[in-house]
Nanobody
Framework: QVQLVESGGGLVQPGGSLTLSCSAS????????VGWFRQAPGKERELLAS???????DYANSVKGRFTISRDNAKNTVYLQMNSLKPEDTAVYHC?????????WGKGTLVTVSL
């Protein structure tokens, strides 16, 4: 069973950068679409980016040009490079795959953008 685990969150100043990682167990990881979403307190879940097994990417307008999703299938890892961070980017960031059960999604990593 594939289990996704996020890491890399933390406190960063506005304008700064952070890279999140989503690692997975299981041998199907390099064949599935993986994405990131975030959820801030009191706000709805927001899909951010996704990447197919062959590297095709898609982004939400809110992060296009600032965030970059990539993957290293040899390491069973998907990354989210976040640049020019804003206070409104503060949220818990989760990785997921639409073909996996919710129970296999990551529990999230907190990103706080503040002075």
């Amino acid at each position: 069973q594939v289990q996704l685990v996020e890491s890399g969150g933390g406190l960063v100043q506005p304008g700064g950068s952070l890279t999140l990682s989503c690692s997975a167990s299981g041998n199907i990881f390099n064949r599935i679409v993986v994405g990131w979403f975030r959820q801030a307190p009191g706000k709805e879940r927001e899909l951010l980016a996704s990447i197919t097994n062959d590297g095709t990417t898609d982004y939400a307008n809110s992060v296009k040009g600032r965030f970059t999703i990539s993957r290293d299938n040899a390491k069973n890892t998907v990354y989210l490079q976040m640049n020019s961070l804003k206070p409104e980017d503060t949220a818990v960031y989760h990785c997921y795959s639409p073909i996996l059960a919710v129970e296999s999604w990551g529990k999230g990593t907190l990103v706080t953008v503040s002075l």
